[in-house]
């Protein structure tokens, strides 16, 4: 059936230090790819996304590549902050615009000064 | 932006008795919410999507006589844990949409734990 499987963390890595949250998918005809994140204390934010085969989404300095052959979309950023510490998830929806989404069990990410 | 607010943030019941908690949106119209729940180190699971004014759908195994959904108002919807069990300890985690945008805005979850 259709599921995400991301790195377990917990990850801990120091500030300035590369990051790399690999996520891989089983899914039924072309999904569309999400990394959300979730700051302590608060709900879900969409973080990017890419709609289909070899698009690449970014936002603050994250970066992810939708890469058909290997079912994969690994969140990267090379260089973390503090800041960015919170737990990430992958996700996709197989409905394009539809907002029906099937989720990995998060990563937590901690960075410390 | 789109702000989804859950309430309670925690709860705290005996077993046997009910729960309810609620997901407001706060400065949008939600026309569609949806409820997830989430065990630790697991994925989020949808468990039902509501439409305002009509009966939720339930996801395959979902007990819609244990949860209940109710979607009265284009900015409410409420998740009521009927004779709750220690196995329905979880974080519920509730989502909405609507006002003609594609966006997804996610509540801060509530964490259930039954005694």
């Not at chain 1, 973080?47 to 300095?61: E, M, Q």
Request: hydrophobic share 35%; proline share 3%.
């Amino acid at each position: 059936g259709d599921s995400v499987t991301q790195m377990e963390g917990p990850v801990t890595l120091s500030e300035e230090a590369f990051l790399t949250i690999n996520c891989t998918y089983t899914a039924t005809g072309y999904p569309s790819l999400f990394w959300y994140v979730q700051y302590p204390g608060e709900g879900l934010q969409l973080l990017l996304k890419a709609t289909k085969a070899d698009d690449k989404g970014s936002n603050k300095g994250f970066e992810a590549t939708y890469r058909k052959e290997t079912t994969s979309f690994h969140l990267e950023k090379g260089s973390v902050q503090v800041s960015d510490s919170a737990v990430y998830f992958c996700a996709f929806s197989i409905i394009q615009g539809a907002q029906k989404l099937v989720f990995g069990q998060g990563t937590r990410l901690t960075i410390n000064p | 932006g789109a702000v989804v607010s859950q309430h309670p943030s925690w709860v705290i019941c005996k077993s046997g008795t009910s729960v309810k908690i609620e997901c407001r949106s706060l400065d949008f119209q939600a026309t569609t919410m949806f409820w997830y729940r989430q065990f630790p180190k697991q994925s989020l699971m949808l468990m039902a999507t509501s439409n305002e004014g009509s009966k939720a759908t339930y996801e395959q195994g979902v007990e819609k006589d244990k949860f209940l959904i109710n979607h009265a108002s284009l900015t409410l919807s409420t998740l009521t844990v009927t004779s709750a069990h220690p196995e329905d300890s979880s974080f519920y985690i509730c989502s909405a949409t609507g006002g003609g945008a594609n966006v997804l805005t996610f509540g801060a979850g509530s964490r259930l734990t039954v005694l």
